[in-house]
């Protein structure tokens, strides 16, 4: 059923910010920063950045804490309201827009925001594939030099909630919740439409790769020696 009136959404956007406030505050979480210069967390953060996170894991970041002077890019359409809402009520800004409609629009918002603000983007959105790239995000990146921060999250016990294209995942009370960031991805800013592509396919594997790392922790299984070299621990919360 969809909701038409924009005072019953904001409504019920607020109940669930406050329920999953609540849910996240049973959870333990565990942040493993490759790069603890860009942590999404950080009050004195000195580099701005280009986050990058998956449609399915967008609620991890914004309820493991408190995101600092994060814009988050939402799509046009009707579930970028529910979106949109969700982020005011965290007071938390928004640009909306995405690479189908409203794309250059919503690339000069993130062009001006992205100067005092870090962004973050859901590169398979807004209508998929699931977890596949769209170059927006390297395009973003390049433009105003700031660099992809590559993310992954995942969790010892969560609710799948059917979409239409994808799932939105929810943690279950007293669940494990892990997030694991990247190197950062620099991108030129001349860089061609090729170099946009390559860049896309490199921020595909990184993603990719942290994906492995994030469910190896959730599943309590052995790291790859390599990744347990460069990955650890920064902190955990209740």
């Not at 660099?147 to 009370?173: E, M």
Request: hydrophobic letters at 40%; proline letters at 7%; aromatic letters at 6%.
């Amino acid at each position: 059923m969809k909701i038409k009136s924009p005072l019953l959404n904001r409504i019920i956007c607020e109940i669930a910010v406050w329920s999953l406030r609540a849910l996240y505050k049973t959870t333990r979480i565990e942040i493993r920063l490759t790069d603890p210069v860009h942590d999404p967390y950080e009050p004195n953060r000195t580099e701005e950045c280009v986050y990058s996170v998956w449609h399915d894991s967008l609620l991890y970041p914004l309820f493991m804490n408190r995101p600092r002077s994060i814009v988050g890019l939402v799509g046009p359409h009707r579930d970028g309201d529910y979106v949109s809402n969700v982020l005011k009520a965290l007071k938390l800004k928004a640009v909306r827009g995405s690479s189908s409609r409203g794309g250059a629009t919503a690339i000069v918002k993130s062009m001006e925001e992205i100067k005092d603000h870090s962004l973050v983007i859901t590169p398979d959105g807004p209508r998929g594939p699931r977890r596949e790239m769209k170059l927006g995000c390297a395009f973003v990146a390049a433009q105003s030099g700031t660099p992809v921060i590559a993310t992954a999250f995942s969790c010892s016990n969560a609710w799948s909630l059917q979409g239409s294209w994808t799932d939105l995942i929810v943690p279950k009370p007293f669940s494990r919740v892990y997030a694991v960031t990247g190197e950062p991805i620099y991108v030129p800013k001349d860089a061609s439409r090729e170099k946009i592509e390559e860049v896309t396919q490199q921020i595909q594997a990184e993603m990719d790769r942290l994906d492995k790392i994030a469910v190896a922790l959730a599943n309590g299984e052995d790291l790859p020696e390599q990744v347990a070299q460069t990955e650890a621990p920064k902190r955990s919360a209740a």
